[in-house]
DNA sequence: TTTTATTATTGACCGCGGTCATTTTTCAAC
DNA sequence: GTTGAAAAATGACCGCGGTCAATAATAAAA
């Protein structure tokens, strides 16, 4: 039943994710090879596997860390009351989610949590987009008719829509930016 | 500069697409092994490849083909004019891209149109998708004071959200249409 | 009918993610 | 120290998507 951790192991793991964190950053994360990663590390491809279930159960760790870092910057910021502040103070989690199409795509799967059985670090990013935003919505000067969770969902929808659009061959008029304030400012502030 | 098609290639794809078809019905999409279809359909893999870019490629056409089928359906249909009766009108399109996961992550993979040269029938679809609901919006009892077109793309958000959950560990206690129709309800006709 | 250029098919081969029986290392008990 | 059992690391191996130089089939020209 008991299970000792060996100290070697956090070594070996910590190795691996500054070989992967060196790769992502010279090639991106879309070049990223397992066996790549583990000739960096000194270790022999088996041993990756016996620390990430797979490829994506590391990337989701690499990614899922990086988003976290955003959401602790942007709930430094000060707190938004409008639309456009609004947006603009999810800019940079935005950013990051849309800083490769192979990011997007990962957090797009894994934001339902992949398994029943466990919710990963992305999952729970997204769960904590809705507070995040939910909370500023209670103090903002938007419509109150329903709950700060439903609008939040919303911001969500349409924040996950116009980060679609810009990876997206038509629909290129538009900047990001500009879509979402126009979505929600609509959503937001409804005027009839 | 001239290319003439043989005729056998026409008849080579279709057994292609057939064996597909029969994988697919037996088992899903997932479970489509290239290896299994070419089998199947009695040619070698490099063949498949001249027919197909990648395997990407395929599932895009079959899915497609069966999301377009889906979209004539539900032209054919009345013209619903309220909020519950869109989210109920769009009932067949939405059933068939939530039907297996691997359908809806490539569908939302591909809405976007993953080159810009070519757009697939999937990103046609979600051009038709908006096209669609925007001209039921003209003459729906909705909120007037923004364009159909900017109303039918908060629509598509929403269902994409909606479906998102319906996969997602979390969130399982509210059902698909219960979700979307709040959402449409909030999004089409705001109280305030 | 033979020739010839073009188009279609083939299958050995590669890359890379992932597995697993075997070996090596660790660490506690003596 | 020595021993022994659990934990970690190893690397040969597999599956499957995808490539490409070589070959075969086609259809039009001679």
Known sequence: MQKTVQKRTLKTRARLIEAADDVIERHGYQALRVEDVVQAAGVAKGTFFAHFRDKDALMEYLIGERLVARFDQVEQGPIPRTAPEIANALQPIHSFMTSERYVFDLIIRYSGAAAITEIGPIARCFE?????????????????????????????????????????????????????????????????
Chains 1, 2 share one sequence.
């Open 128 to 192: 904590r987009y809705v507070r995040l935003v939910a909370g500023w919505l209670e103090t903002a000067k938007v419509r109150k008719d329903i709950s700060p969770d439903l609008l939040a969902e919303g911001v969500q929808a349409f924040a996950i829509q116009s980060m679609s659009l810009k990876f997206c061959a038509l629909h290129e008029a538009e900047s990001f930016s500009d879509r979402l304030e126009i979505y929600l400012d609509a959503w937001l502030t409804p005027a009839a």
